[in-house]
């Protein structure tokens, strides 16, 4: 520890003795004198930190993250304890940094250590995973489309909501009768991650139930495999043991389900509220999969990304602590007029969404330019690599696009019920930004 010596005494004009602080010899201790220094032109009169935990942020977060962007690129969240990064350049430094920043397990939200490993890397199971989706995306869409009515059914629930959970399902090979029981488990721990104690006292449970049901399920694929997840998993030859129904819970939980769900519906929202960019999208396949592509630019499911010093580092003008946390707000840098042309409108053919990006956020697997957290870092392989399946991103976007494609062929003159008026919102702070409800109007074709 740095020593430190006292001056003498000193009175002040008014004959008050002036209290003389320590000076440290070593390298003593900046950190909170550094934190408190505010320079001419940084003072945050022009917003509240209790805006950005408000039921305003909540519904539409974009007019509060702009004047961030705009004012104040690197905030320091005095209330929430943390520093908000909204530009996008500054967004994808800290995002692409594993050098100075880390992102956190969702485990380590729950505060759980050594519950189980994440075998999501392993290439049977990445392998399993791909197989297995794209055989079964459009079968599932059909499947979903003809429980509908013949002529009116909300989207956003009976569709985009639904859509991840059975695909999921038909991943993991799990029987017809479990499925929607294991829908309500996944939802609530993955629900449990998130701030609320009530949701992650019920999300840590549901984990529990989650690895007792996997239980039996990985015996069974041991002695009888099939071509599914579970049993990718079973099969693989790990160092440290066999993989255990906790590994499977693990493994589940660590997934994304809310960049195809809120993507899905967000998509829809912002084809049937602009019908010129309707007309566009659903002319043919390419133009589809821009419109994915510039919803998840436009609007996010995955508003930011929480990312944490792993250890004292100046960034951005300010000296940021061990430990530090920074949220990454895609929601502020995917409209940063810096990068995008009318960042506000939804555009499908947009001509800036290109391989722009040189520290890797964009890959020729599945990104345009935007920054998508759910899905965490494209992939640093090529696009159709030889020794292993194509990424998540890429496998994500051709999903959407067969579950949309699905939608145009089944539903013929979709759209909006009249007088709906469908707009997005968060459940709760810190989760998904999706349409919950989106009433469509259609005749169905068997």
Sequence with gaps: MASATINAPVAGRNGVVIAQRPKTTGPGYRTYEIHQR???????EKIKPTQLISPAYRRDPYPLVEVLRENYPCFRDWASNCYWVTQYDDVTSIYADDANFESRSKLWYYGIEDFGRDLRDEIPV?????????GFAESVANDLVDQFDAHSANLATEFAARYPLELLAKVLGLPADDVGEFAGRYWRAQRGTSWEPTLQVDGRRALDELVDYFEALLQARRSSPGDDMISAIAGLELADGPATARDLAVTVLEGDHQTLHGALANMWFLLLTHHDEFTKATSERRLLKLAYLETLRHSTPVLSAQRFARHEVERFGRLIPEGGLMICSAAAA?????IFDDPDSFVVDRKDLCQREPRG???ADGLASGVTFGLGKPSKHPAVPEDRPRSLYAIT?????TASSVLLERL??????PGATPYLTSLLLG???TCWKLPVHFNKRS
């Excluded at 013929?412 to 019920?417: I, N, R, T, V």
């Design 334 to 338: 995917n409209r940063d007029p810096r």
């Design 412 to 417: 013929e003159g979709l759209k909006l019920e």
């Design 397 to 401: 976007r051709d999903t959407a696009v």
């Design 126 to 134: 990445l392998e399993a995973q791909a197989r297995r989706i794209d």
């Design 431 to 433: 989760e998904m930004h």
């Design 361 to 363: 956020m964009y890959r």
């Design 38 to 44: 505010e320079r001419v032109g940084e003072s945050t």
